[in-house]
């Protein structure tokens, strides 16, 4: 059994824990002090003291105080960068002019952050405008600094939420293309109001068209379409000034220092370059950025709450579970390099996002392709090619094409040869979101006809499959998405161009029409060349079935111009497609018809399409099937003296489905195998009532389902064995 400790060996004990517990306090208290001799001597913090504490009407000349602590300042300042506390106090000094007018410009020049802007110093240096003291000439440095460190906010949800009131100093002509740049920044859907729209038309016709007041209206526009009536011009130049300033020099050489790679956003933009060198031109747009985090360095923990830069996302569970606390990377170009961030791009609720990357995705398309000054050299390098196909991909991601491509698309195709970047430049054009009727013939349909009528037969294939493209993406997303009442038009939300179903469909029937003239003048120059009429035949094979298909209550048939070179196409796929084609048509007229009689529907089929239908079936099923053709009452009549003049016997069964050009090859292959011993080819006894039943088995059997389903729905096969097909 073990010993008990005695009474003084507990004693001896307690005193030991007791002088162990002294000089531990005692250490502490020693390390407390030490701090605080620390805080009292550092030079930094004895500066923000002053800067925090001086009195308001204090001189400014002669203050030898004064200049020894904003120079210490300026030291850490261009060495280190300034704490968000710093910059917030120095912030706070300059902008309530304490010390009068004149350090103004000073302190703000020195205004470089080693790590985050506090929203809050932001929001008070704003409210400090409005008093009215400040010269315009330090209120214009502050929002260029402002605009310098943007990305460097740590969140912008109170900055937003002054919105209305940095809107005020628009009127103000010398602030006003600052003030214009910062709102495009801050501008959200629920920002734009009517009378903000009417202020700035206002000013426009005061100075007029800026392109600063163009760019933000531009911006109006795209989120509320209805308020902001304005044709826009359609070469427009970036309207806000790229600021070089010395403070993104300070700032590139404040992270070296600190040991960060300096983010993209903040790289020297303008270079001097030899235009006589004979060096392989660069293309610093179309580089897509590396992800960085828009602050390289640790966040301030007094921020309003702990994000997480986007670059230091790994996985898609990692995306969501911090999917409200993402922060954006220095350029939002840097989403269009990974699919993790394009799967953000496309969760995410804030309009800023978007926002972003459709001003730097305008930018470089608009510097690159429309105001080089060398873009000869674009089809002999591969860096347009990787860029334009990465942005394919992006959209392709998305499942969506982004505003600013298709705007720049509106300008492109006034300049474009139609062989440059071909394949990429129809691939972005297929992405076209939905757009006004009146807004199409003007952005769309004058430059490609232009380009349709001189170009080769392959960009002529290329165009109606991309339009074709188009067009089953509006009809994909108007069977998904649309309201019954109010049909959206909204690419995910991005953007608010809304459009009653009536709007819709007076769009899509502009396209269909579109096409219609593009295919029937495409036949003409091309001499109904097979590989053209291909692609026309896919085009009418998605409208065909527009109503069944996607819902929409619409049928347009094909031109006579696109029906009748179909029809007598030489090739049997041709002619194997109408068949399907008109099937279908059938089918949803049919649909439509009962649809109409059981319920009262808001648009109706006109009676003039049932009646073009009517003439374009019965003419198709006496060509093919009684040998009819040209005769009265078959919707296409030729003169006896014309088909006599001919010299060809029997004209009007010369395209049945036996002496048809493109099926008559099968008709005396079927001969051969049904009457091996014959010398002679009698392709008419093949009109006999058993051999006919043969014979269309046999076409059936040749992978012509278009055909089959055309003469299971449109003739009645034994009211036709019994009359016979010895007609012609």
Same mark, same amino acid.
């Given at each position: 059994?073990?010993?008990?400790?005695?009474?003084?060996? @507990?004693?001896?004990?307690? #005193?030991?824990?007791?002088?162990?517990? $002294?000089?531990?306090?005692?250490? #502490?208290?020693? &390390?407390?002090?030490?701090?605080?001799?620390?805080? %009292?001597?550092?030079?930094?913090?004895?500066?923000?003291?002053?800067?925090?504490? &001086?009195?308001?009407?204090?001189?400014?000349?002669?203050?030898?105080?004064?200049?020894?602590?904003?120079?210490?300042?300026?030291?850490?300042?261009?060495?280190?960068?300034?704490?968000?506390?710093?910059?917030?106090?120095?912030?706070?000094?300059?902008?309530?002019?304490?010390?009068?007018?004149?350090?103004?410009?000073?302190?703000?020049?020195?205004?470089?952050?080693?790590?985050?802007?506090?929203?809050?110093?932001?929001?008070?240096?704003?409210?400090?405008?409005?008093?009215?003291?400040?010269?315009?000439?330090?209120?214009?440095?502050?929002?260029?600094?402002?605009?310098?460190?943007?990305?460097?906010?740590?969140?912008?949800?109170?900055?937003?939420?002054?919105?209305?009131?940095?809107?005020?100093?628009?009127?103000?002509?010398?602030?006003?293309?600052?003030?214009?740049?910062?709102?495009? @920044?801050?501008?959200?859907?629920?920002?734009?109001? +009517?009378?903000?729209?009417?202020?700035?038309?206002?000013?426009?016709?005061?100075?007029?068209?800026?392109?600063?007041?163009?760019?933000?209206?531009?911006?109006?526009?795209?989120?509320? =379409?209805?308020?902001?009536?304005?044709?826009?011009?359609?070469?427009?130049?970036?309207?806000?000034?790229?600021? $070089?300033?010395?403070?993104?020099?300070?700032?590139?050489?404040?992270?070296?220092?600190?040991?960060?790679?300096?983010?993209?956003?903040?790289?020297?933009?303008?270079?001097?370059?030899?235009?006589?060198?004979?060096?392989?031109?660069?293309?610093?747009?179309?580089?897509?950025?590396?992800?960085?985090?828009?602050?390289?360095?640790?966040?301030?923990?007094?921020?309003?709450?702990?994000?997480?830069?986007?670059?230091?996302?790994?996985?898609?569970?990692?995306?969501?579970?911090?999917?409200?606390?993402?922060?954006?990377?220095?350029?939002?170009?840097?989403?269009?390099?990974?699919?993790?961030?394009?799967?953000?791009?496309?969760? &995410?609720?804030?309009? #800023?996002?978007?926002?972003?990357?459709?001003?730097?995705?305008?930018?470089?398309?608009?510097?690159?392709?429309?105001?080089?000054?060398?873009?000869?050299?674009?089809?002999?390098?591969?860096?347009?090619?990787?860029?334009?196909?990465?942005?394919?991909?992006?959209?392709? *991601?998305?499942?969506?094409? *982004?505003?600013?491509?298709?705007?720049?698309?509106?300008?492109?195709?006034?300049?474009?040869?139609?062989?440059?970047?071909?394949?990429?430049?129809?691939?972005?054009?297929?992405?076209?979101?939905?757009?006004?009727?009146?807004?199409?013939?003007?952005?769309?349909?004058?430059?490609?006809?232009?380009?349709?009528?001189?170009?080769?037969?392959?960009?002529?294939?290329?165009?109606?499959?991309?339009?074709?493209?188009?067009?089953?993406?509006?009809?994909?997303?108007?069977?998904?998405?649309?309201?019954?009442?109010?049909?959206?038009?909204?690419? #995910?939300?991005?953007?608010?161009?809304?459009?009653?179903?009536?709007?819709?469909?007076?769009?899509?029937?502009?396209?269909?029409?579109?096409?219609?003239?593009?295919?029937? +003048?495409?036949?003409?120059?091309?001499?109904?060349?097979? @590989?053209?009429?291909?692609?026309?035949?896919?085009?009418?094979?998605?409208?065909?079935?527009?109503?069944?298909?996607?819902?929409?209550?619409? +049928?347009?048939?094909?031109?006579?111009?696109?029906?009748?070179?179909?029809?007598?196409?030489?090739?049997?796929?041709?002619?194997?497609?109408?068949?399907?084609?008109?099937?279908?048509?059938?089918?949803?007229?049919?649909?439509?018809?009962?649809?109409?009689?059981?319920?009262?529907?808001?648009?109706?089929?006109?009676?003039? %399409?049932?009646?073009?239908?009517?003439?374009?079936?019965?003419?198709?099923?006496?060509?093919? /099937?009684?040998?009819?053709?040209?005769?009265?009452?078959?919707?296409?009549?030729?003169?006896?003296?014309?088909?006599?003049?001919?010299?060809?016997?029997?004209?009007?069964?010369?395209?049945?489905?036996?002496?048809?050009?493109?099926?008559?090859?099968?008709?005396?292959?079927?001969?051969?195998?049904? /009457?091996?011993?014959?010398?002679?080819?009698?392709?008419?006894?093949?009109?006999?009532?058993? =051999?006919?039943? /043969?014979?269309?088995?046999?076409?059936?059997?040749?992978?012509?389902?278009?055909?089959?389903?055309?003469?299971?729905?449109?003739?009645?096969?034994? @009211?036709?064995?019994?009359?016979?097909?010895?007609?012609?």
């Amino acid at each position: 059994m073990a010993a008990k400790p005695n009474s003084s060996e @507990l004693d001896i004990s307690r #005193s030991s824990d007791q002088s162990l517990s $002294n000089r531990s306090i005692n250490r #502490s208290v020693r &390390v407390a002090e030490i701090e605080k001799r620390k805080k %009292t001597t550092d030079p930094l913090l004895l500066a923000l003291n002053y800067f925090a504490e &001086v009195k308001a009407g204090t001189p400014f000349l002669g203050n030898d105080d004064f200049e020894r602590n904003l120079v210490q300042v300026e030291k850490v300042a261009y060495s280190q960068g300034l704490t968000p506390e710093a910059v917030s106090v120095m912030l706070e000094f300059a902008m309530s002019l304490r010390m009068g007018t004149s350090p103004c410009g000073r302190v703000l020049k020195c205004l470089i952050p080693a790590s985050v802007v506090p929203q809050e110093a932001v929001v008070r240096a704003v409210g400090w405008l409005a008093i009215g003291k400040l010269p315009t000439s330090t209120q214009i440095l502050f929002i260029k600094w402002v605009l310098t460190f943007f990305d460097m906010i740590d969140s912008k949800d109170q900055v937003r939420a002054v919105y209305g009131f940095i809107f005020n100093f628009v009127t103000d002509e010398n602030l006003c293309p600052y003030i214009c740049h910062l709102l495009y @920044l801050l501008t959200s859907k629920e920002s734009v109001r +009517v009378f903000r729209v009417r202020k700035l038309l206002d000013l426009q016709s005061k100075l007029g068209k800026q392109p600063f007041l163009l760019q933000l209206l531009s911006l109006y526009k795209i989120f509320r =379409p209805d308020l902001v009536i304005l044709s826009l011009p359609s070469k427009m130049r970036n309207g806000f000034r790229n600021y $070089n300033s010395p403070w993104k020099s300070a700032l590139i050489t404040v992270q070296k220092k600190n040991g960060y790679q300096p983010a993209s956003s903040v790289n020297p933009t303008f270079t001097v370059t030899d235009k006589n060198s004979n060096r392989k031109r660069k293309y610093p747009h179309l580089e897509v950025p590396a992800l960085r985090s828009a602050v390289n360095g640790p966040q301030s923990e007094t921020s309003c709450r702990k994000l997480v830069p986007l670059a230091q996302i790994q996985s898609f569970a990692q995306l969501l579970e911090n999917m409200h606390r993402i922060e954006l990377p220095a350029q939002m170009g840097s989403l269009l390099g990974s699919s993790l961030m394009l799967h953000y791009l496309d969760c &995410v609720q804030d309009e #800023s996002a978007l926002l972003h990357l459709n001003f730097w995705l305008g930018y470089a398309l608009q510097e690159e392709f429309l105001f080089s000054s060398d873009g000869g050299t674009l089809q002999g390098s591969d860096v347009p090619l990787h860029f334009l196909s990465r942005l394919l991909s992006a959209q392709h *991601f998305l499942q969506e094409g *982004f505003y600013s491509s298709q705007t720049f698309l509106f300008k492109f195709l006034n300049v474009w040869d139609g062989s440059l970047l071909c394949p990429e430049i129809l691939g972005l054009l297929s992405n076209i979101a939905v757009m006004p009727s009146s807004q199409m013939d003007l952005h769309l349909f004058q430059p490609l006809v232009r380009l349709f009528c001189t170009s080769s037969l392959f960009f002529k294939c290329g165009l109606i499959e991309c339009l074709n493209n188009m067009l089953l993406k509006w009809l994909t997303w108007h069977s998904v998405y649309a309201l019954e009442d109010n049909l959206d038009i909204s690419v #995910s939300g991005h953007t608010s161009i809304n459009f009653t179903l009536s709007g819709f469909k007076d769009s899509v029937m502009e396209l269909v029409h579109f096409v219609g003239r593009l295919a029937t +003048v495409g036949l003409q120059l091309e001499g109904g060349r097979t @590989l053209l009429l291909h692609f026309i035949l896919d085009f009418y094979e998605t409208v065909s079935d527009m109503f069944l298909k996607y819902g929409l209550p619409l +049928v347009m048939l094909p031109p006579p111009g696109v029906f009748y070179p179909a029809l007598f196409a030489p090739d049997a796929v041709s002619v194997d497609r109408l068949a399907y084609i008109m099937s279908r048509y059938k089918i949803n007229l049919s649909s439509a018809k009962s649809r109409e009689k059981v319920t009262e529907q808001p648009f109706h089929t006109s009676r003039q %399409t049932y009646r073009d239908f009517n003439q374009y079936l019965v003419f198709m099923v006496n060509c093919l /099937w009684n040998s009819k053709m040209f005769q009265p009452g078959t919707g296409l009549e030729v003169g006896e003296e014309v088909l006599l003049k001919s010299g060809v016997p029997q004209c009007s069964g010369r395209f049945n489905l036996i002496y048809h050009p493109a099926l008559l090859a099968y008709a005396v292959d079927f001969h051969l195998k049904c /009457w091996p011993g014959r010398k002679d080819v009698d392709l008419n006894s093949i009109k006999q009532p058993a =051999p006919w039943a /043969w014979y269309l088995e046999y076409l059936f059997t040749q992978d012509f389902d278009g055909l089959k389903l055309f003469v299971q729905n449109n003739v009645n096969r034994q @009211l036709a064995a019994h009359d016979g097909h010895d007609e012609g």
